[in-house]
Each structure stands twice: as C-alpha cells, then as structure tokens.
C-alpha cells in the first residue's frame, strides 16, 4: 500500500465515517450507542487530521508552509459556522405557535403537579429534535459530497500512485524522537490552553467583570474571530515568514497578552485588548509547528498522529483540570493564572526544541569541516609528495641529458681529430676506430705508425 494511497483514502473514509455518525446520532436514544457514535466522529476526525497535514507535507515538502495555514484556517471557519448553522435550523424550524406553548407551559408548570409538567417536556424535546436533525443531515451531507472530491483525486492520480515514494528516512534527524516528544507536550500545553481559554472566558466575564450575557458573548466572539481572521492572515505571512519567526512572534505576543488577563483583568479594556490579542497570538501556532519540524526531520503518518494524539490530550485534560480547580476556588480567575503558567512553559519549551533540532547540524558541520581540513592536508602532502618525485625526475632527466651532451662533445673531438690525420679521408678514419675495435688492436703504436695489422690492410689498400 503506496503512501499516497493511505494519504488520500484516509481522509476520505475518515469523512464518511464522520457523515455516517452524524446521520446516525439524531435517532440516538441510549447514551452507550451515543458515546459508541461520538468516539467514532472522534477517531475520524483524528485521522483527518493527521492525513491532512501529513499530506500537505508530502505536497508541498518545504513550501507547505501557507498551505498548512490554509488547512487550519478551514478548521477555524469550520467551528465558526457549525454553529451558526445549527442555531439557524433549530430557529427555522420553530413554529410561531410554540411561542405561546412555552409561556402557557411555563405557567402551568407553577401550578400544575410534576406529572403534568412531564407530560409537556416530551412534545417540545421532538420539536427541538428535529430541528436538530436537520442540522446534523445538513452537516453530514456536506461531508460526504467534500469526501467523493478525495476518491476522485486518488482515482486521477493512480498513474502516479506507483511512482510515489514515502519520506526518505535519511531525513530523520540525529534526534527525531527527543524533538517529536518535546513537540508533542508544546502542542499539549498550546491546544489545551486555546481551549480553556475559549471555553471559560464567558464564565470569567459575567462571574468576575460582571458583565452582562450579551457582552460576555461578544467576548467570547472577539477571541474566535480573532483566532479565525489572524489564521487567515497567515496564509499570506507564511509564504513571507519562516516557521520559526511566526512562532516567536505569536509565543512573544501570547505570553504579553496572557500577562495582562492575569494581572489586568479586572479593567475592561484590558480584558477587551488582552482577549483580541490572546486569540490572534494562539492562531498561527499550531500550523507553524509543524512546518517549522518538517525543516530538521521527516514527518511521516506515525509522527503527525503523535502531534494530534498530544493536541487532543490538551484540549480533554485541561479544560476538565481548570474546571475542577475553579469550581472548588470559586474566589480566584483560575483560567486567566493557567493561560499565563502555559504561556510562559511555551516560550521556554520553543528554544530547547530549536537548540536540539540545530544542535546536531553545528556538530555535524564541524565534523564535515574537520573531514575537509584533513582532506586538505592529506591532498597538501600528497602534493608535496608528487613535487618531490617531479624534483628527482628533473634532476634524473638533467642528468642524463648532461650525459649525452659529453658523449656528443667526445664524439665531436674525435672527429676533429681525425679530420687533422694527412692522407687519410674521412672513409678511412671514421672506419678505421671500427676495424681496431674488432681486430682488438691498438689503433696506434709508440711511434705513432701503424702497427702490423694496420699495415697490412694498407697494403691490401695499395695493391
């Protein structure tokens, strides 16, 4: 099974069986089934998450940068309008006449015994299901239409399914998995601050700013609209930032304005400022992570889901710890105090993770610059070497040519010499050193006439 296959079939699946859950939750009517659908949607969901950022990674490699952005910022639209959606269909579906239902019930529940009132609850709980129903098919729908657009795309690309190759483990980095398990408690702490945030700011607005439940609405608007538009922005500041400037920047940003909520938050227009902020500081995190780690190490299938695995930890166990504490310390704005402990664990835990994610590639460049000086070297006396043996073949060469200019001199003294001999022709002295060498006399005697030998060959001459 190729990568691209997993990748573009996952989602796929994973989208139907979100739709088949949310088809199936409006009839629901035993809380196990509901928990049974629920954890479904979640597991897909899961997988959704996952194939989605693995696979923009695998598109894009290190461009994938604003397409991430892209990604998160539908996650964003996505819980904004969800909402909307379902509130508009629970409304559209409410006759004008149940209206004055509800006020006749309302005043018949003060006098009319609980057995009466019981007997009222279960026609309004249908009206509201099925307004509620419509919401969930409309929903579902629209999933599984987004879900064919995935079988379409891997029908189109199968051509290119064989030639696809997963990440290269080469890219693993010296210490993948230290970096992934310090990624994975950031985004821990990160997913679960968002949420506690967002979920307990209305509370913390009308308990303690005593705000009304229109302005503490308004609130809470300002913190998710300003998470969606910031994520948006992001598309276009990816393709100009690095990962690792939006990260400082947003954690620079979340710990200052998370400083102020808890220390500030008492005065509205702190409350106000510090909540815009806090969400437009939270909203490019996440998506930078992940392309700031593809840049040092290879993010496959297993290390995305340990990102969402660690994300969705925070996102359960935080919120749920916030809640406990505040409830049992009613006095004290627990939220604001976590928001601020987690921002300030973010900004150190983000310069450990880049010192150990470089860290490795200074040692490894300075071993590649040792290997080089010693290459060097070794290429210098190599060098040294191959001149000095150059050095004795010149001077074997100079030797030898000094030899045959004397041979030549020796050569050319004889001649002289023989050229100074009366009577004899040059026939008869160039041959004559040739006939003393084979006969193995003397040329010459002690009184300088021919010997025997020589004058016998004369006469043989003169005859």
């Keep these: ?119 009222t609850t279960p026609a309004l709980n249908d009206h509201h299901n099925e307004g509620f129903l419509w919401s969930y098919i409309f929903i ?39 970096i992934v398990g310090l990624l994975f408690v950031f985004f821990f702490f990160y997913v679960g601050a968002e949420v506690t945030y967002g979920s307990y700011v209305f509370t913390y607005a009308m308990v303690f700013t005593e705000m ?24 276009f500041g990816a393709a100009l930032l690095s990962p690792d400037t939006m990260i400082v920047v947003s954690l620079l940003c979340s710990a200052a304005s998370s400083t102020a909520l808890a220390f500030f938050a008492h005065y509205r227009a702190a409350l106000w400022v510090g909540t815009a902020v806090y969400g437009a500081s939270m909203a490019t ?9 593809e840049q040092y190490t290879a993010v496959e299938g297993k290390t995305a889901s340990l990102f969402v695995v660690g994300a969705a930890l925070g996102e359960m166990c935080i919120p749920v710890a916030v809640g406990y504490l505040q409830g049992r310390y009613h006095h004290v704005p627990v939220v604001m105090y976590t928001v601020f402990v987690i921002s300030i664990v973010t900004v150190l835990l983000f310069p450990a993770m880049y010192k150990l994610a470089n ?3 200074q040692w490894d460049l300075q071993e590649v610059s040792d290997r080089e000086t010693r290459k060097t070297l070794l290429s ?13 073949v010149r001077e074997r060469n ?23 001999i009366p009577g004899d022709s040059p026939a008869e002295i ?10 193995g006399n003397s040329p010459v005697i002690a009184d300088g006439s021919p010997g025997k030998q020589n004058g016998s060959v004369d006469w043989e001459k003169s005859e």
């Excluded at 210098?380 to 150059?390: A, F, G, I, Y």
């Design 430 to 439: 160039s041959l004559q050193p040739h006939l003393d060498d084979a006969l």
């Design 1 to 119: 099974m190729s990568f691209l296959f997993c990748f573009l079939t996952f989602p796929a699946l994973s989208m139907l069986g979100t739709m088949s859950g949310l088809y199936a939750i409006p009839w629901c009517k035993e809380s196990l089934l509901l928990t049974i659908l629920m954890s479904v949607i979640g597991g897909s969901i899961g997988i959704l998450d996952t194939g989605g950022n693995v696979l923009a990674l695998y598109t894009w490699g290190s461009e994938a940068g604003p397409h991430l952005q892209a990604l998160h910022f539908s996650f964003a639209v996505g819980a904004f309008l969800a909402p909307i959606v379902a509130q508009m269909d629970s409304r559209s579906s409410e006759p004008e006449e149940l209206a004055g239902a509800e006020k006749t019930n309302q005043s018949v529940l003060k006098s009319v015994p609980t057995a009466s009132a019981a007997s």
């Design 285 to 293: 995190i996440f998506p930078s992570g992940i392309a700031w780690i």
């Design 212 to 235: 009304t439940e229109s302005q503490a609405a308004a609130l809470n608007s300002i913190f998710w609209g300003m998470f969606a538009v910031c994520r948006g922005a992001a598309i």
């Design 359 to 361: 860290w490795p590639q």
């Design 140 to 178: 579902g729908t629209y999933i599984l239409f987004v879900s064919f657009f995935f079988f379409v795309l891997y029908s189109k690309s199968s051509s290119a399914r064989d030639k696809a190759k997963a990440p290269v483990q080469d890219r693993l980095a010296k210490y993948h998995w230290p």
């Design 380 to 392: 210098n006396s190599r060098l040294t070497e191959d001149e000095e043996e150059e050095e004795h």
């Design 398 to 420: 100079d030797a030898d040519f000094e030899v045959i200019e004397i041979n030549d001199k020796q050569k050319n003294s004889l001649t002289d010499t023989s050229c100074r």
